[in-house]
T-cell receptor
Framework: NAGVTQTPKFRILKIGQSMTLQCTQD?????MYWYRQDPGMGLKLIYY???????DKGEVPNGYNVSRSTTEDFPLRLELAAPSQTSVYFC?????????????FGEGSWLTVV | DAKTTQPTSMDCAEGRAANLPCNHS???????VYWYRQIHSQGPQYIIH???NNETNEMASLIITEDRKSSTLILPHATLRDTAVYYC??????????????FGEGTQLTVNP
């Protein structure tokens, strides 16, 4: 059972570099999300998407971009990496239903900007 | 989404029941109570959710007070592998403008041998 898959798991970036965190889900979920989690802190929503072609900002969108060209994929792009973006990034997906909206998370991507 | 309040940390002996409280006094009638947990260095894991009635699944039980202003997550027989941060979240099931799950600080549950 694949669920939500993120790549890469670990990455070190230099200040000013760009990169894309990949996320794919095989559950046909309409909603997808990107969170970041700093050490010892809770999760903060970066961006989310309610379906292909639709994205919206979360709590901390600055410095990031997303796209949702397909239901399955929701990549997160960092254009000019900064040390403040050192964090663990979690991708998640869910299916909106009348009985609730359970969110499933990937295993995380550890990013260090030096 | 309604704000929740949880204790910062709790301890529990292995094999005993772990009861994790959550206050959500501003919860609306259409908001569900969700519980997730995050074991160190892993992605958050869904545990259980409910609206009004108490719920039970293979992982835990959820007790919601009649006025819905608080709830308790019960792990009936805690094991060392249940050591994790537990998040209580309240949110609507259906949103036309988007769907988000906002995590607070949660409760660090430590199960001791």
């Amino acid at each position: 059972n694949a669920g939500v898959t993120q790549t890469p798991k670990f990455r070190i970036l230099k200040i000013g570099q760009s990169m894309t965190l990949q996320c794919t889900q095989d559950m046909n979920h309409n909603y997808m999300y990107w969170y970041r989690q700093d050490p010892g802190m809770g999760l903060k929503l970066i961006y989310y998407s309610v379906g292909a072609g639709i994205t919206d900002k979360g709590e901390v969108p600055n410095g990031y971009n997303v796209s949702r060209s397909t239901t399955e994929d929701f990549p997160l792009r960092l254009e000019l990496a900064a040390p403040s973006q050192t964090s663990v990034y979690f991708c998640a997906s869910s299916f909106q239903a009348r009985s609730g909206n359970t969110i499933y998370f990937g295993e995380g991507s550890w990013l260090t900007v030096v | 989404d309604a704000k929740t309040t949880q204790p910062t940390s709790m301890d529990c002996a292995e094999g005993r029941a772990a009861n994790l409280p959550c206050n959500h006094s501003t919860i609306s009638g259409n908001e569900y109570v969700y519980w997730y947990r995050q074991i160190h260095s892993q992605g958050p894991q869904y545990i259980i959710h409910g609206l009004k009635n108490n719920e039970t699944n293979e992982m835990a039980s959820l007790i919601i007070t009649e006025d819905r202003k608080s709830s308790t997550l019960i792990l009936p027989h805690a094991t060392l592998r249940d050591t994790a941060v537990y998040y209580c979240i309240v949110r609507v099931a259906e949103e036309t403008s988007g769907s988000r799950l906002t995590f607070g600080e949660g409760t660090q549950l430590t199960v001791n041998p």
